[in-house]
Each structure stands twice: as C-alpha cells, then as structure tokens.
Nanobody
Framework: VQLQASGGGLVQDGGSLRLSCAAS????????MGWFRQAPGKEREFVAA????????YYADGVKGRFTISRDNAKNTVYLHMDTLKPEDTAVYFC??????????????????????WGQGTLVTVSS
C-alpha cells in the first residue's frame, strides 16, 4: 500500500502547478482523499479533500478559489491543481488516504488523525 505524490517544483509568484497522487497496492475509488502541506518550521495543515465519488470537495480558507482537488478513479490518481500561487504556499505537500471509519464524522476531512496512509510529499517552492 503506497501513495506517491509528484509534480512539485519551483514556480514564480502567480504561477500554477498540478500535483498528482498515485496509489499502488489498492484502489483509490473506495476512499476519500486529502492533501496537506507543511511549511518550514510550521505544523502540517489541511489543504483540500475530496469524497470518494468526487462529488464533494473541501478546502482550507487560504486556498479556496485558487486550488482545485480532483480525482480520476480510472487512473487511480488524485490531483491538486494550484493557481495564483503565492510565496506563502511554499511547503511540502502530502497526499493522504482518509480512513473509512471516519465517514460520517463531522469535520473529519480537515483533521490529520482521520487519515491512515500518507505519501512521501512533494516540495512546492513559490518565489517572489
């Protein structure tokens, strides 16, 4: 069971990137998925999440309107498209699988403790 995040890199202020999270060893179709990030010297924080069906999405306030989470279950991949990037978006971005036990738990998308499998992270650096 493995999650592999990719697509990070160096981009200028106002630029765009698309991160990908591919799963191996299991099918993503059955799981809600999320993206978190950790900036240097800071705690890891929630960025975005998506229901297993792709119907419902959830975002941190600071990325609403700029980031879009999506999934392609046929490719067993989840994406995070990031537009209008800012220097404060600089962080290591992690994808994570949400535990099915937390389905129906109010607010569970936003908290790390409800995710049971994590990728290794991909670094996004936004230069000013």
């Amino acid at each position: 069971v493995q999650l592999q995040a990719s697509g990070g890199g160096l981009v200028q202020d106002g630029g765009s990137l698309r991160l990908s999270c591919a799963a191996s060893g299991y099918t993503l179709n059955d799981y809600d998925m999320g993206w978190f990030r950790q900036a240097p010297g800071k705690e890891r924080e929630f960025v975005a999440a998506i229901h297993w069906s792709g119907v419902n999405t959830y975002y941190a306030d600071g990325v609403k309107g700029r980031f879009t989470i999506s999934r392609d279950n046929a490719k067993n991949t989840v994406y995070l498209h990031m537009d209008t990037l800012k220097p404060e978006d600089t962080a290591v971005y992690f994808c994570a699988r949400k535990t099915p036990r937390s389905r129906g738990v109010s607010g569970s998308y936003y908290f790390q403790r409800h995710y049971d499998s994590w990728g290794q992270g991909t670094l996004v650096t936004v230069s000013s």
